[in-house]
Structures are given as C-alpha cells and as structure tokens.
C-alpha cells in the first residue's frame, strides 16, 4: 500500500468509496444505532446524525492506566503519542497533516480504562480517517530514535502538569493513598522512575499485545449510511490479523478498614482539600440502583450553583472559596465519590471537611424533598441530553460504554433510571457508602513560593 500524498490519494480514495459492497457481517439495530462485528473482531458502531454533513470517527482500545503493572506505568500514555509518529505508509507528522489539509481535526485521549483516537471531518473525507487510522492500527514503527525524544516530552509534560502543579500532586498522592491493590493508584501519566526506564521494546510488546482489531470498537456518528460505513470499515480494517487477547488478571481492592490521610507538601499559595469515599459502579454494583442514586446525590450536593455545597459552603457559612463533588458511574472498576475545595480567608481545611461531613450527615438523616429532587434529575439528565447536540459526544458515551464492558444501551436508560431514584434510596447510598471506613483524605499544605518563610494561616495551616 502507497502512503497518502495529501489530497490526490485522498480523491481517489473518495471516488473508491461511491460503489461500497453491502456489509458482510450480520447488523444489529437499535433506533438510529447499527452495530456489527468484523471476522477479525472489531466491533463497529454506527449512529446516523443527519443534521449537517459531519462526521466523527473514534477507534477506542480496551488498554490504559489500570491495565499497568509497577515498573510499566504510563506506558499507554506514551504510546498513544507514539501513535502520531509513524508507520512504513505514513511517516512522522503526515498523519496529522493529512487531517487538517481535509479540514479535519484530530487528536486522542488516553484514561485509566481506555485509550481512543479521533477525526472529525466533512462526510465525504470518512475514508481518509478509516485509512490512515487502520494503518497505525497494526503498523506502527516505533522508532528507538522517536521513542526516546518522545519520552523526553512525556516526561516534562509530567514535570509541568503534576510536579509543579500542586493541586494536581495532591490528587496523585491521593489516589495512590486510597487504593492499595487497584491499578487506580497509579497515575495515567505514570510515575517518573517508570518513564525514565521505559524502553522502545516495552512500547513495541505494549502495542503488539493490546492494539489490535479484536481490542478495539470503532465508533462512527454523523451522516452517514450505516451500510456504507460497514462495508468501508470491512474494506480498511477488515485486512487486519487479530491478536490474543488476554484480559488483565482482577486486582480487586481489599476492604477498608478506616480513614486514610496524606499531608502533600508542595510550594502552592493556598490549602487545597480531597476527600475520596470507595463506592461501586455501574460495572461493580451488586445492585444495579445504587451507582444512580449516587448519580443523584452527587447532583444534590454539587448540581449547580443552586445545589447545597455552593449554596451551603460558599454562599452561605462561606467556609469554602470553592467546593465541589463528583462520581464516575462508568469507571470499570470500584471508584470514588470525591470531594475538594478550597478553604476560605479564615478558615482552614479541618473546618472545611468538617463542614462537607455535616452535609454528608445532613443527607443520612433527611430524606431529600420532592422538589429538591426533581430540580436535581432534570439537571442531571439534561447534562447527558445535551451531550446529544453533538456528534463527538455521542459517540464519546458509546465508546465509553462499550470499552468498560457496559452495553452501549444502557444509555438510552439513563433518564429513566434516573428519574426512578427516590429520597430513600439517596439516603440508603449515604449511609452504606459515605462512612469513615471508605474514606481517605488528602490535604495539600502550602510551601513557600520563592524561598521565604510562609506565614501562619488560620487554623495552623501555611498560606504564602
């Protein structure tokens, strides 16, 4: 196969595309939703959206941050940059060229249970991003020469977003505090003694292992003909060898027995305060209601500016500069219901955990009103709805979905699911989940910024 030379192949490519045979696979439909499955494994998703001539295109792979072991952390990240810099076809920097001059966009993602790369571009260019995205599926090149200057950007894009961003060091600290077996207490950038060991060959067994066709979900949404895009997918991925895939072994966390604390210390002008309780997920729950109901609680404490901690903490007691709360329902393992903020001028990090306890407490003994709880599922269910207006979001929840192992339909159940939580059920998730023996706590305590003494701050803690 010739490399792309820009726009010429790019014609030639869209003229091949206007006699596409029907998709030999058998299809699934849902709705506006297609879904078939190639011989080689790749599942591909197609959703029609026809209100302008757009399309986006995702590859996702089931590989990330908690698939790692010590000594290999962050590996993921790193190669999913080294996915931009080459293949035989495709030398460095022509991927993304070729995007832009079809005035596309493209990038990627990597997360702790995923990692996917995108295009979004006028319809008719669909089969530019099937070509080149199919090419570095199974042909990487992995240069040692790129692998190790592309490990010095790695590196100092850890030094500038986590080294010497104190919040960001404190949500690391934390997470490692929190989890003792789960993959989670790794970060996905990865720790800095594991980037400066990582070698080429690890990156190759990496890509070799977890990139293949029957790893992957390819999900289409936009205008499109669903049949089309099948068949151009069977055309350009459908040549791809799977691989053996064998899933990561369970690192299932052991049972909490108490509060867990970690004090960062970090040059940074104010306190800063984390607060992590372990719940289930949708994955993880034994009764599938209760990642909902926490859904739901997490809208009633921080669902907007009207919702209790902003009201309570901010406008209020005015105990809080600034807080907040949040919950990942789709993570593929057990997570967290977290908490942070800032303290405000007065105040200290104790007085602040203390006063998102009492809220907690607060939704323990109170079931939740009626009319509290209906403002919150309409504004939780319509920040999912309004995900719908576009296309890269869509299949952002699809891909989501099935990379986590979770049936993409679920989410055409999401308002309703959301709309059957009662008072009693937020309180039952209070109570089982958000206890001291679940709960780990980090505190950021501020260090001096250029070397001189901080000053005391209220409470004992340093503000500089």
Same mark, same amino acid.
């Not at 690391?172 to 980037?195: C, K, V």
């Given at each position: ?37 190639? *011989? ?171 990139? *293949? ?168 269910? *319509? ?35 959301? *709309? ?45």
């Amino acid at each position: 196969m010739k490399p792309i030379a820009g726009i010429l192949l790019s014609s030639a490519l869209l003229a091949g595309c206007a006699a596409v045979p029907d998709a030999p696979r058998p299809v699934t439909t849902t709705g506006p939703v297609h879904e078939t499955t190639l *011989a080689n494994g790749l599942k591909v998703i197609v959703k029609e959206d026809h209100r302008a001539p757009v399309v986006v295109s995702q590859v996702w792979y089931k590989v990330g941050g908690s698939y790692e072991y010590d000594g290999l952390t962050g590996i993921s990240h790193v190669l999913e940059h080294m996915m931009f810099k080459g293949t035989p076809n495709h030398p460095p920097g022509q991927f993304s060229r070729i995007i832009a001059e079809q005035g596309g966009r493209e990038n990627a993602f990597t997360a702790q249970d995923y990692t996917a790369y995108f295009q979004q571009l006028e319809k008719s260019r669909l089969p530019i991003a099937f070509e080149l995205e199919a090419d570095r599926m199974r042909h990487l090149t992995l240069d040692p020469q790129e692998t190790a200057k592309e490990l010095q950007v790695v590196k100092e894009e850890r030094r500038l977003r986590t080294d010497d961003n104190p919040q960001a060091l404190a949500w690391e600290q934390f997470s490692a505090a929190a989890w003792q077996t789960s993959p989670y207490r790794h970060p996905i950038i990865g720790w800095m003694n594991d980037l400066e060991n990582l070698q080429a060959d690890d990156l190759r067994r990496w890509y070799q292992t977890w990139y *293949a066709p029957n790893n992957a979900t390819l999900v289409v949404v936009g205008d499109v003909v669903p049949q089309e895009v099948f068949a151009l997918a069977e055309r350009h991925y459908g040549p791809l060898k799977p691989s053996t895939i064998t899933p990561p072994k369970p690192r299932l966390e052991p049972p909490q027995r108490g509060v867990r604390r970690v004090v960062v210390k970090a040059p940074a002008e104010l306190p800063y305060l984390i607060m992590g309780y372990k719940v289930p997920t949708l994955k993880t729950a034994t009764e599938d209601w209760k990642p909902y109901a926490l859904e739901v609680l997490g809208g009633v404490l921080d669902g907007g500016d009207s919702a209790r901690l902003p009201r309570e903490l901010v406008r209020g007691s005015q105990i809080a500069a600034g807080v907040s709360a949040g919950y990942t329902l789709t993570a593929r393992l057990g997570d967290l219901f977290s908490f942070s903020g800032t303290p405000a001028q007065g105040h200290d990090v104790a007085a602040l955990e203390q006063a998102i306890k009492g809220q907690i407490e607060r939704l323990k003994s109170e079931p939740v009103s009626g009319a509290e709880l209906a403002r919150i599922k309409a504004q939780v269910t *319509a920040a999912k709805v309004y995900e719908l207006d576009s296309v890269f979001y869509q299949a952002m929840q699809i891909g989501v979905m099935e990379t986590v192992g979770l049936d993409w339909r679920l989410l055409d159940e999401y308002p309703q699911r959301i *709309a059957a939580v009662t008072p009693e059920q937020v309180m039952a998730v209070a109570r089982e989940f958000l206890v001291d023996d679940n709960l780990t706590v980090a505190v950021l305590e501020p260090q001096p910024l250029d070397g001189t003494a901080p000053r005391a701050a209220a409470g004992g803690l340093t503000r500089h």
